[in-house]
C-alpha cells in the first residue's frame, strides 16, 4: 500500500466551532440529574420517567444542524417536563447566578429556574449534534456569538426560560449585580426573554434586589439608569416595580463568606 495513502488525514466527522464541544458524558449526567431531582430532591416527583425525558431531550438536538435549533426541537421535551412553581416564589438572576443559587438553597421554597427539574438536568452543561452524524459533537460546539445564536443551547435556554416566566403568578423576584454598570441587561436572558413573557394578569409585582459584592464601594443601584429601564418597562406592562439595595437576607449569605468585612459587622 502507497505510503500516501495510509497517511492520508481522516476528515473531520464534524463540522468544527468555535465554541467548546458536548460536555463528557453528557447523557449520564442528564440521567443521573433527572434521578437525583426526583428522587432524592423532590421526591413527590419520583414517578417521573427519567429515561424518556432523556431520550426526548437528546432527540431535540441529534442529527441536526446545531445552528438551526428551533423551539420545536424542544417541545417533546417541554411536554414531558411540567413543574408548577407555586405564586410568589419564582426568583429569577441575572449576572448573579452563584448568590441567586445559594440563596434558594437556604430558603428551598424559592425557586430559581435551576431549581425546576428541566433546569437543574441542563445547568452548565453544553451539547450539541451534527446534520451528517447521530452521535453528539465533543469536539465543538456553535459559540452564541461567534457562531450562531440559535445554536441548541441557547434555544433550549431561551425556551425553558419562556415558559419560567410565563409560569410566574404573584410577586416575582429578581436577584440583579449592582458591582457591574449594566445592572439590567437588556440583552440578557432575564431583558430578553423573561421580563417580556411575564403575564401582568398573574403576576402583579417584579421585586429587584440589586445587590452589591462585599468588596465594592456601596452605591445606589435601584436609582441607576439601567434599573430604571427596567422600571419603565415594568410600567408599560402594568406590573409593579419595587427595588431594595442589598436585600438583607441575600447580604446575610455573602457575608458568610466575608464575615470579618466591616459591612458584615457593623451595619447589619
Ligand atoms: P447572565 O447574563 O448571567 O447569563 C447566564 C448564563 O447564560 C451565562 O453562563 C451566559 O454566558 C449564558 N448566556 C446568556 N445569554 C446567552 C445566549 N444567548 N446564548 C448562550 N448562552 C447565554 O444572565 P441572563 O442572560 O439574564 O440569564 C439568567 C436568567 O435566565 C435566569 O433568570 C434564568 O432563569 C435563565 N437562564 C439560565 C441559564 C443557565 O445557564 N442556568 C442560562 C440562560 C438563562
Known sequence: VPVGILMWRQPPKHK????????????????????????????????????????????????????????????????????????????????????????????????????????????????????????????SCPHWREDCSNNSVSVFWNTVSKRFAEDACGVVHVVLNGSISNTFDEKSTFGRVEVFNLHPEKVHTLKAWVMHNIESVPSDSCSSSSVNNLKQILKTRNIIFICQNNYRPVRLLQCVKNPEHSSCKYNL
Open 16 to 139: 468544527e466551532w468555535k465554541g467548546p464541544g458536548t460536555t463528557a458524558h453528557f447523557y449520564e449526567i442528564l440521567l443521573g440529574r433527572c434521578y437525583t431531582y426526583t428522587q432524592v430532591v423532590r421526591p413527590e416527583l419520583r414517578h417521573t420517567d427519567c429515561q424518556k425525558i432523556g431520550k426526548a431531550f437528546t432527540s431535540a438536538f441529534l442529527s441536526k444542524d446545531p445552528c438551526g435549533s428551533t423551539e420545536q426541537d424542544y417541545r417533546p421535551l417541554m411536554e414531558l417536563t411540567t413543574q408548577i412553581v407555586p405564586c410568589d416564589k419564582t426568583v429569577f438572576w441575572s449576572k448573579s447566578s452563584e448568590l441567586a443559587h445559594d440563596y434558594t438553597r437556604v430558603q428551598r421554597d424559592m425557586y430559581t429556574l435551576e431549581d425546576t427539574l428541566l433546569g437543574y438536568m441542563a445547568d452548565g452543561l453544553k451539547w450539541c449534534g451534527d446534520t451528517s452524524s447521530s452521535e453528539m459533537n465533543y469536539q
